[in-house]
Every structure is written in C-alpha cells, then in structure tokens.
C-alpha cells in the first residue's frame, strides 16, 4: 500500500531561518512525487514535483529513493511562506494522489 | 479562463438528510477527484473518475457516492449525512496527457452536519 507520511504537524521558523519539511513515502514502484501548497483560505495549489527539479518560490525539493525521502527546502524563510504544506503521490501522471497529513509552517517576523 | 468551481461553499444540514454538492470543470479533463480534508489526517480520497460513466471508489468512500454523465461535472451524494461527515471537501480535476501531472484544486465547500 501507498503511503505518504509528514512527521510535523507544525513547523515555526523565524524570518530568514532554513526550513525543512520532512516527507517520507512507500510505493512499490516508481512514483511520482508533488509538494502542494494551501495558503490561508485560499485552494490547494502545486508548488513543486520532483520531475522537474526546478525551484518554486525559492523552494526545492530533492527525491532520495534510498532513503524514500522527499523533503521541501528554503534557505530563507519569509512570512509569506507561512502555509499548510502537502506531500502527495502518484502512480502516474494526473492520476489520484495519495496525500499526507500536512505541515502547517509558520515564520514569524 | 477555464477553471473549476465548487457550489455550495457552505451547507449546515442535519443527520440523516441527503446532501449533493457540486463540481464543475471547463478544462474538459478526463479525469475528477473528490477529496475531504480534516485535521490530523490531511486530504483523502472519497470516489474520483477517468471520464463519463466511470466511477471508483477512494479510501474513504462509505457513505458517499458520484456520478459523471459529462465530462464537465462530478456531482458527490451524501445519501444519509452523517455527524462524522463533518468535513472541508474538495474537487479537483487533471488531464492525464498533460506532462506536468498537475491536479487542479477547486476553493473546497464546507459542510457541517448536525
């Protein structure tokens, strides 16, 4: 079975502090790995997936299939980054994905 | 601008009533999710389709119920709402074929059952 497993429910940084959300994943297979973002009454939102490499926001996040680790990075954290954060994946492309529970990142000024 | 809405984003009912809320895409995605979001367990899947006429059952899927007789819309039952149905859902849809494999999220409907 697929699992996605967020192990903070909470993250509080200061204003320029690194972050790092953590996400662990099992998946027989090769899947597909997304960070989603839900800023304050707003809709989910992608932020990133590990196919692209690129960086969101100033955002990365690096898949370690050794480690089954996909965690999200930011040098320096703003009070704009302050959201709820998903890891999720998928068997494929556009297919349902499997979320985690969520961590909430708050910065504080 | 194609998009996807959700409708009510708000519904109070009481136990025991049925409850339809609505999802409505412009995209012409195939494929339709419908989510629901609660504290300590983030989002799981109810029911989600891959196009007309084709529904499955999600993780959590007792209770609730859908139907797609057109691309544009996934309306999700609730056939006898239930206290513990108390929840944030949320409809997205995605379009296999496209590279990024995006799901679009509608703004979710709050419903309270009392």
């Known amino acids: 079975a697929q699992r996605v497993t967020q192990p903070e429910k909470l993250l509080s940084v200061f204003k320029g502090a690194p972050v790092e959300l953590k996400c662990n994943y099992s998946?027989?297979?090769?899947?597909?790995l997304f960070w989603y973002v839900q800023y304050s009454r707003q809709r989910l939102q992608l932020l990133l997936r590990h196919i692209s490499r690129e960086s969101i926001k100033g955002f990365t996040a690096d898949l370690n299939k050794g480690e089954t680790s996909f965690h999200l990075k930011k040098p320096f954290a703003q009070e704009e980054d302050s959201a709820m954060y998903y890891c999720a994946l998928s068997g494929s492309s556009g297919d349902k994905l499997t979320f985690g529970t969520g961590t909430r990142l708050a910065v504080r000024p | 601008d194609a998009e996807i809405t959700q409708s009510p984003r708000h519904k109070i009912t009481e136990t025991g009533r049925q409850v339809t809320l609505a999802c409505h895409q412009t995209w012409n995605h195939n494929n339709m999710f419908w989510y629901r979001q609660d504290l300590g367990h983030g989002l799981r899947l109810i029911h989600y389709?891959?196009?007309?006429?084709?529904?499955n059952k999600g993780e959590v899927s007792d209770g609730y119920s859908v139907s797609r007789s057109n691309t544009e819309d996934l309306p999700l039952t609730l056939e006898s709402a239930a206290s513990s149905q108390t929840s944030v859902y949320f409809c997205?849809?995605?379009?296999?074929?496209?590279?990024?494999?995006?799901?679009?999220f509608g703004e979710g409907s709050r419903l309270t059952v009392l």
């Open positions: 998946y027989s297979g090769s899947p597909e």
């Open positions: 997205a849809s995605s379009d296999p074929g496209q590279d990024t494999g995006e799901l679009f």
């Open positions: 389709s891959y196009g007309v006429q084709d529904t």
